[in-house]
Structure formats: structure tokens, C-alpha cells
């Protein structure tokens, strides 16, 4: 059942559940962190629509940097920005910044520990249409290797406006990374919400067997899945990992030795992703079947969001499929 | 007050003591670069004992003026000016590359008091010095921002993208320098991948361009004045030097771009420097 401390959307299950893009979370956040603090700057290579930035550049237009496709410059402009006072936020899709410009922000922005914020928007395939040039796959993975970096992955619009927030109070570089799709509002502004720390979104009322371990949109897939096997008689605990690095050990140690057994969803390749992140921890203190879902190590391609995600095998199916792969492991 | 003369007799000494500090700081580290450390030891004296407005006692004084090192593989010349303008201890120099060092390789900013920014990989230091510039601009605060670009560096793209942004922005309060020495690591610019015409690329881009002697102090100082009665737009100053300057077997030699001098070398470097080439007699010999 619904972990009633992590205060979700009460309409969580009903089909008429508030859908919104994670980014539209990116424009109201920045907008609030920007009206508390005026150090605040918002850049963005001419995708400031998509991104959301456009809200924050209608409410403070002197302090929105329009770049132009630019995103090399981007980063090390941030950088110059974040060591003279300014909090400054580069934005784009996920696949340029921080793909193309993966080396200025190592060297400029996380080497010189500089206080400047990634926001990397259209992430994971349920970008659809746009097909695998534009779907980050590979950000989490970019992001988390490199020391100095935060990586925060929200799982709805409302945890997004947060973790926006947050990051502009955190001195030095985070990465936010954000999606194109709507995607249902799940938690609700009471629902918990502190960097670096997990929260158990769902456990089962009889015994829990598998962990759940999600972060991102694709969570509520998992929360789907909980509740279908709770009716099969399996139980399980759902965790929002919203924070990929710094992660929260113990709570991941915690919920493998209550369940013996994990599984990690999230919208990215299983190589170097979250999940990844969850094995190096458990390797070293609690080792335990795993099981990841996520991308295998291919390219998406175009076509509908869901559909995408059923393709590729990160739909609740596919999940539920991976927790009963993984109880004949244990 | 000190007179003309005396300031200049002062710079040109101070130059030439820069470059033998490089010699023996690249012959104890035993890797880095040689060539163009010694080549802007001029730009390098100008900037850290005449033009930056700076304190060396506070390095973190907010109405500093910013000096970045874009090029950062040039960084034993700038560590050379640093401990000569009074940042840290002159010892301190010796440990160049070494572990534990303060002087890293590359320049970076956490590690050493007096560094504005993390650089290296080329190209990145502009932008970041452009960032500064725009912060300044913001907060509507009085000081400058100094770089220090190479001409190898103008293969990457982001060089231009960083001057296409500084150009629109109009950033007077940006003055930047090109070494124009003509070498990068595979041999000479013009070779590898012509940059020419260089001058007329920065006026496109919307800079107000200079051209100076690179190893004539005083050209380089009037240039930067001028820059400062810009107002309408960046500046670039291309600095023309000679890579490996007061080194008679370096001078205009690409292979000594990132190697150091062996033990011998370095004896006859130094010789080199203190005869002005042999032009005068050493006290030492």
C-alpha cells in the first residue's frame, strides 16, 4: 500500500490523475528561486520554449542569458557566472548539454567547483517522435562519474518545482535532468523532499520480497507494477531514488536487507545508470539479486512515448516481469 | 615616484628573471611546456606588475581586476609571475607538477589563491573569463577582465562561439590577449589549420582589434589603455612573439611546444638569458 508518510497525490490511481511535463516543474521552480534570491541567472541555447526557461526570462529578462545553439559556451560562461556570486542554470536537452558539452563542465564547472546548475530537458526515449538523436539515454551515467556533481532526478512536475529549489541553495554543480512528456503528478507539495535522501513511496502490507528502487518519471510504472503484485500476493517496497549521487546508502542497504532482492527502473541505459549506482552499493554492503530495468544498450527511435517505453521494456509489464525474475534469484 | 625609465628598465628585467624562473621551474619538473611560457613573459610582467589592479596579500578582494589564463598549458610563466608579484612563496615554484602541489600541471582555481579559474583544456578559459566579464557588468562593478588566449586554441569551436557572445554583448570591460607565436603541438599554425586572417575574423565577430609587438612592454600597456577607452566593444590584442623567446635554440622552434629542457638545456637556457644571447657577459661565468 502507499506509504501514507510520503503524502501522495490521493487521486494517485484514478484515471483522471494530473499529467504534466517534469520540465513545466524546471520553469516554476526557477521562477520561485529566482523571486527569493537575485543572484539567480538563467541560460539557455535557443531552446528557452522547451526548456521552460521562457518563464523565468518573462519575469526577470535581466537575468536571462539567451545563448544561441551554443552549448560548449554555455557551460564555461556558467562557470565564469558561478565563481563571481551568481547562481547561474544552463538549460537545454539533455542530449546537448550535457552531451555535447560533457568536458566544459567537467573542467569548468565541476573541477573548478563552480556554483553552476545543468538542466538537461527531453531526457530518456519517452521523448517519442524526435526520435534516438534526441533521446539521453547516457546523462545519468555522464553526470555521476564526474567528482563535485549532484545528480537529482524527480519523478514529477511537482518534485521537479523542488528539486529546482533545492539546487539553488546546494553551493556548487548539480545536475538536474528533466522530461518532455507529461507524465501524472503523483506526489503532492507535502510529500517529503530532501536532496540525498530516498523515500519509500509504496510498501506492501504483507511481507515485502523485492525492493523497487526508481527515479524519474517512469517511478509511477513501478508504483503501477507494486500495486498489480500486491494482488498476486507479492510484496513489495517502491523507493523514490531522486537522487542519483550523493545517493542515499543506507536508506538502499536498508530496504535490500528487508526485501533480498532489488530491482532499479529508470529511463536510461542500464550501463552506468541508477540502478548501476544502487549495484556498486549493494556489492560493497548488502549483496543481493538484482535485476535493472532500463535501456540495454541499444538506441531508441521514434514513435509514441508509451509505446516507446513498452518497446524498449520499461513499461509496468516489464517490470513486474523483472521482480519475478529476480524472486526466483533470491 | 619611480621615473619612466625606471619602470620600463624594471619590467624588462622582471622579464627576462620570469623566463629563468620557467627554465629551472621546466628542468626540475622534468614535463610542460616550454615554447610559449617563455615567449609571453613580457604579456606576463605587464599584466601582473603594471596593469592588473590586484593584491597579492588579497587574492579574494571582490573589486580585483580577473586575469584568466585561457591556454592553460602556458601556466609555468603565470606561476612565475605569481610568486614574483608576492602570491606565494618564490620555493614554492620547485614544485611544479609534483604531488602535493600547489601548481598543478593546469592551472586550478580551488587549489591555489590568485587563480581565477580551472583551465587547460583549450578553449575553455574565455568563456569563462566572458562569464566574469558579464557578471561584472550585472552587479555594475568597476573592474576588468584580462585574458590570455593562444592561437592554437582558435581551432576549437568554442572559442567562437565565446566570441560571437562577447561580441554581441559588447563586453568593454573584457580585454583580451592572443599569443600569436604561430606554433601549436603538430607544427605551425598556418600548417595545421590557418587561422589567418586572424584580425579581420575578431573585427567580423564585432572586437576592437589591436596589434602589438608581443615583447615590447610598453606597446602592450598603451594597447591596454586603449582597450579601456573602448567602450562599444570587446578587445583583442593580438600579441605577435616569438615562441621560446631569449632561448637561442628554442626561438621559433615548434618541437620545443610541450617539452621541457633537459638538465643541459636548461644550463645553456639560462646562459642564453643572462647574456641576453650573447650579446653581453655573464657575471656567473
Known sequence: MLNENAKLNPKIFSADIEQLPTRDGYGNGLVIAGSENPDIVVLCADLSESTRSEWFAKKFPERFIEMGVAEQNMAAIAAGLGVSGKIPFISSYAVFSPGRNWEQIRTTIAYNNSNAKIAGAHAGISVGPDGATHQAVEDIATMRVIANMRVFVPCDAIEAKKATIAAAKIMGPVYLRFAREKTPVFTSEETPYIPGKAEIFWQSKKKPEVA?????????????????????????????????????????????????????????????????????????????PMEFVGMNDVFGESGPPNALLEKYGMGAKDIKEAIKRVLKRK | METYDKKMKFLEEMANLLRKEVVKMLVEAGSGHSAAPLGTADIFTALYFHILNHNPKKPDWPDRDRFVLSCGHYCPIQYAAMAHAGYFPLEELGTLRKLNSRLQGHPHRTTLPGLEVTSGPLGDGLPQAIGMAFAARMDKKKHRVYCLTSDGEHDTGVIWEAAMFAGKHKLNNLTAILDRNNIQIDGYTEDVMPLEPIKDKYEAFNWHVIEVNGHNIEEIIDAVNEAKAIYEKPTMIIAYTIPGKGVSFMERDYSWHGKPPTKEEGKKALHDLRTLGGKIKSEHE
Open chain 1, 212 to 288: 523497487i528502487i526508481g527515479c524519474g518519471p517512469i517511478l509511477y510504472n513501478a508504483l503501477l507494477a507494486a500495486r498489480d503484485l500486491e494482488k498476486e500476493k507479492i510484496g513489495t517496497i517502491v523507493v523514490n531514488n531522486h537522487t542519483v549521487k550523493p545517493m542515499d546508502e543506507k536508506k538502499i542497504v536498508e530496504v535490500a536487507k528487508k526485501c533480498g532482492a532489488v530491482v532499479t527502473v529508470e529511463e536510461h541505459q542500464v550501463i552506468g545508470g541508477m540502478g548501476s549506482a544502487v549495484a556498486e552499493i549493494l556489492a560493497r554492503h548488502y549483496p543481493a
